[in-house]
């Protein structure tokens, strides 16, 4: 068992509060260094000056929660997922709703953005991906995953993949350039254990250019390899180091850190190569299903409603 042992704790430098409801999701501006997005169950955007530890503004649109985001535009805009079955496009300039995607016909969970921000994908509860134009908004392909409840999808970097996670607890990868075909899938382990989400960076400056990275229902991180020349993921293991459900799990790979958030309100803190667990960022009361980063700073978003702001040294 790795991690599950009393070891460094990291403190929160600061306590963000301002939501109505639990948080579901953060994540740190590319553009603005300190500045933070959330998305809560209460239906809003919230915009944070995380040094200064400031609310600086709301997003509403959405009627239900907001579960997933992503930065367009050089961090002038950000794309939305709601479990009321929309995508929303925002102008953080004004601070106003752009445009609505509908496609979805239930949750959706997930969205992605491509490196050039040219693509959009999404996935839902529906088992369908969708692939869209950032542009136009239009949809440019769809695959459907076979009924599967799909939980999170990501870019690839470095590849034109797509990868997702499913109620099956399989992950997928799938060809951008041809209409979402199905590639590889990982071994079936157990169809009872969900993975809530997945994180990869196949980047060739990347410290795991062939790994990716699973939140497993079963308390556990779950490591894959990719294999490009033969299109195919192999399981390589599982550490244990949360005594709950892992919720959450993002890759920094240039500098080959993993960090992870858990339902019991632990977020933990790994040297992505090996899995060794380096400290604890603690604070938290309730579950833990986002854990951002940016050059000097870790954020993580609870359903205790808070936002807690750590220094990344």
């Given at each position: 068992e790795i991690g599950r042992y009393t070891g460094p704790e990291k403190k929160a430098v600061a306590v963000l509060k301002g939501h109505e409801l639990g948080v579901e999701?953060?994540?740190?501006?590319?553009?603005?260094?300190?500045?933070?997005?959330?998305?809560?169950?209460?239906?809003?955007?919230?915009?944070?000056?995380?040094?200064?530890?400031?609310?600086?503004?709301?997003?509403?649109?959405?009627?239900?929660?907001?579960?997933?985001?992503?930065?367009?535009?050089?961090?002038?805009?950000?794309?939305?997922?709601?479990?009321?079955?929309?995508?929303?496009?925002?102008?953080?300039?004004?601070?106003?709703?752009?445009?609505?995607?509908?496609?979805?016909?239930?949750?959706?969970?997930?969205?992605?953005?491509?490196?050039?921000?040219?693509?959009?994908?999404?996935?839902?509860?529906?088992?369908q991906i969708i692939l869209w134009d950032a542009r136009t908004q239009k949809v440019v392909s769809r695959a459907n995953d076979g009924g599967q409840i799909l939980f999170s999808v990501d870019f690839a970097r470095g590849k034109d993949l797509i990868l997702t996670s499913d109620f099956a607890g399989s992950v997928k990868v799938y060809d951008v350039k041809a209409g979402l075909k199905l590639l590889a899938s990982t071994p079936n382990l157990d169809p009872e254990v969900r993975i809530y989400m997945i994180s990869a960076d196949f980047r060739q400056t990347s410290n795991t250019p062939t790994s990716i990275f699973g939140a497993s229902e079963d308390n556990k991180i779950r490591v894959f390899e990719w294999n490009n020349e033969s299109n195919t993921i192999g399981y390589k293991k599982s550490v244990e180091g949360h005594f709950a459900s892992v919720k959450a799990v993002t890759l920094d790979g240039t500098r080959g850190v993993l960090f992870s958030g858990c339902k019991d309100g632990s977020a933990k803190v790994w040297e992505a190569s090996s899995m060794n667990y380096q400290y604890s960022l603690v604070g938290h009361t309730d579950a833990v299903p986002s854990v951002a980063y940016n050059e000097n700073l870790i954020a993580t978003g609870s359903w205790d409603q808070t936002i807690r702001v750590y220094n990344f040294a």
């Amino acid at each position: 068992e790795i991690g599950r042992y009393t070891g460094p704790e990291k403190k929160a430098v600061a306590v963000l509060k301002g939501h109505e409801l639990g948080v579901e999701t953060v994540l740190f501006n590319p553009g603005k260094p300190g500045e933070l997005a959330s998305g809560s169950h209460d239906r809003t955007i919230g915009i944070w000056d995380a040094v200064r530890g400031q609310l600086t503004g709301k997003l509403t649109g959405h009627t239900e929660g907001v579960w997933s985001m992503k930065f367009l535009g050089g961090g002038t805009g950000l794309i939305s997922a709601s479990p009321d079955t929309t995508l929303r496009l925002w102008d953080l300039r004004s601070g106003t709703s752009t445009a609505t995607l509908k496609g979805h016909s239930n949750i959706v969970y997930s969205v992605s953005v491509s490196e050039d921000e040219s693509l959009i994908a999404s996935v839902g509860s529906d088992s369908q991906i969708i692939l869209w134009d950032a542009r136009t908004q239009k949809v440019v392909s769809r695959a459907n995953d076979g009924g599967q409840i799909l939980f999170s999808v990501d870019f690839a970097r470095g590849k034109d993949l797509i990868l997702t996670s499913d109620f099956a607890g399989s992950v997928k990868v799938y060809d951008v350039k041809a209409g979402l075909k199905l590639l590889a899938s990982t071994p079936n382990l157990d169809p009872e254990v969900r993975i809530y989400m997945i994180s990869a960076d196949f980047r060739q400056t990347s410290n795991t250019p062939t790994s990716i990275f699973g939140a497993s229902e079963d308390n556990k991180i779950r490591v894959f390899e990719w294999n490009n020349e033969s299109n195919t993921i192999g399981y390589k293991k599982s550490v244990e180091g949360h005594f709950a459900s892992v919720k959450a799990v993002t890759l920094d790979g240039t500098r080959g850190v993993l960090f992870s958030g858990c339902k019991d309100g632990s977020a933990k803190v790994w040297e992505a190569s090996s899995m060794n667990y380096q400290y604890s960022l603690v604070g938290h009361t309730d579950a833990v299903p986002s854990v951002a980063y940016n050059e000097n700073l870790i954020a993580t978003g609870s359903w205790d409603q808070t936002i807690r702001v750590y220094n990344f040294a």
